[in-house]
């Protein structure tokens, strides 16, 4: 294993930010159980930030070229989490430099794009990874765990939403977010994503959905303070039906306009066998029902179980596995696991079909709401 791997960042907002952060505590929460990540270069729209990042962050070079920065001789890995619409050039480059790539969900703005990517990654046999960071909150992990075991047994239904607040603001202005040519979607893919990987790693692939798009503020100033507005082209809110493969039925919501909610990621499953609950604003704790358990007199054991899953990562020197989980700490994980993965010469997970298959999903919930919410087939990756 190489002592260090050399960073390209390409786009530093605040999820360049988390991730710079994670890449330094790294070192010291999982030692040298991986080669410790070196500050290479930062790019960024204008050189005004790349400069601000450059500093704040310690890198040895900034500018304002991301595909500059993504083949530069002097980088083994680019991080990708720039606007949708720049991740096909972004990635391209760097995965024809023979750089690992590790790329912010979704995979792109489109299904179109979202496939030039799966082939660029293919042609390249580059390492490629997905954030999904919520996949490594230990209570997920733990989740995964018992479906795998077959626990649960089969899953019948399932419900799961993200849901954020701040969108419900006809004054916040207008921002690549809001604009279908540069994000691609809107709720959907910003907080569904999550949403449809969550449920592909836990309960199985999609085959088809009923979708529903709304957007409520249909024009927004473009620029804070501005008296000029522009339209807004993307969904403030997305619900869907969806049926998948393996016969279980359930519903998804994802709203940048839920008042009174902060980070809202919440799913409950339901099988033959049990049942569990998870709420990311209660992130500690997985919630478990199993039907053997034997009843009796007051209940007997029957009943809800709240496992203490916290901040057990294995391998990990700190923090210790009793305390209390952080937001960024699961993003720590999906970062850790991506450069193990290339180290060790292992396929990352999540990788390209993850965040394709979450693309297909997306493409499909949109072309279920553009045909007044008519069954819709997921197309296959």
Known sequence: ?????????????????????????????????????????????????????????????????????????????????????????????????????????????????????????????????????????????????????????????????????????????????????????????????????????????????????????SERPVAKGADETAPVTVDDAAWFRARLHNGAVGTVEASRVATGTLDALRFRIHARKGAIHFDLMDPNFLYLYEEGRSGGAYGGEKGWQRLETVSHYPGAAVPPGRGPLGWARAHAENQYRFIKAVSEGEEPAPGIVDGLRAQLVIDAVERSAAADGAWTAVESA
Request: net charge negative; aromatic share 8%; hydrophobic share 40%.
């Open 1 to 217: 294993m190489a002592d260090s791997i050399r960073l390209a960042m390409t786009g530093y907002g605040v999820i360049g930010r988390v991730h710079s952060l994670n890449y330094r505590q790294l070192p010291i929460i999982y030692g040298a159980h991986i080669p410790a990540p070196v500050f290479q270069r930062v790019a960024t729209s204008r050189r005004e930030t790349a400069t601000a990042a450059q500093q704040e962050a310690g890198f040895l070079h900034g500018g304002t070229n991301l595909e500059e920065a993504a083949v530069a001789d002097d980088v083994d890995m680019v991080d990708v989490n720039v606007p949708n619409h720049l991740h096909l050039p972004v990635v391209e480059a760097a995965l024809g430099a023979g750089k690992a790539v590790y790329c912010e969900k979704p995979l792109a703005e489109s299904v179109s794009s979202a496939r030039s990517i799966a082939r660029a990654v293919a042609a390249s046999g580059s390492p490629f990874g997905m954030v999904f960071q919520y996949r490594f909150v230990p209570a997920i992990l733990r989740a995964k765990q018992l479906v795998d075991e077959g626990r649960l047994g089969r899953v019948l239904t399932f419900h799961a939403e993200y849901l954020h607040s701040g969108y419900q603001d006809p004054n916040r202005p207008l921002s690549w977010r809001t604009n279908k040519d540069e994000g691609g979607s809107g709720a959907l893919g910003d907080l569904g994503s999550h949403v449809i990987d969550l449920l592909r790693h836990l309960v199985g692939e999609f085959s088809a959905v009923q979708g529903q798009l709304e957007t409520y503020v």
